[in-house]
């Protein structure tokens, strides 16, 4: 990735010290902005929460009763014979131990969906980037920038050809 940008700037520059820079015509497109604007993204945002609604209710469940537990261990550590105390604590160990693990392997899904997510609405995404710049003779589309100029960006002409596109269907 890094050699890419070097590639870029390093064309940039040759370019730039020729007659043919004021002919090339340049655009900026803000992914971050794409990936959360989009109407794909917005779906594929309700549809990773719907999906994950339930086992993240089961989790603050679980959490609660953990909760509960100790609470109840607390008030009655004092009136418990040893051996009951210990069994306690032991079962509250091996629910908070089942509670992170659970939590883990929900983040580790969560964010496995989200990748696959957003991996389908980049890959259409680059679709749409490059049909309009086919459209309109681009000749160099950057997805980072430390700087850009507003009027060389066209984040919103994307997302507009993804609305578009999203209707389509």
């Known amino acids: 990735m890094k050699n890419i940008r070097k590639t870029a700037v390093l064309l940039l520059v040759a370019l ?27 779906k594929a945002s309700k549809k990773i929460e719907d999906e994950f609604l339930r086992r993240e209710q089961e989790l603050q469940q679980m959490s609660k009763g953990l909760k509960a537990l100790q609470d109840g261990q607390e008030k009655n550590a004092l009136t418990l014979s040893e051996g009951d105390r210990r069994a306690k604590e032991r079962e509250i160990s091996d629910l908070n131990r089942d509670l992170q693990r659970k939590q883990r392997e929900f983040r580790e899904d969560l964010n496995l969906r989200k990748n696959e997510e ?41 997302i507009k050809a993804l609305g578009d596109a999203a209707q389509a269907k």
């Open 16 to 42: 730039a010290a020729t007659p043919a820079m004021a002919e090339l015509k340049l655009a900026f497109i803000n992914t971050q902005r794409v990936m959360s604007e989009s109407p794909q993204a917005k």
């Open 118 to 158: 957003m991996a389908s609405i980049l890959e259409r995404a680059n679709k749409v980037i490059k049909q309009i710049a086919e459209a309109e003779k681009f000749d160099l589309i950057v997805q980072e920038a430390v700087y850009f100029s507003p009027r060389i960006d066209i984040t919103d002409k994307v």
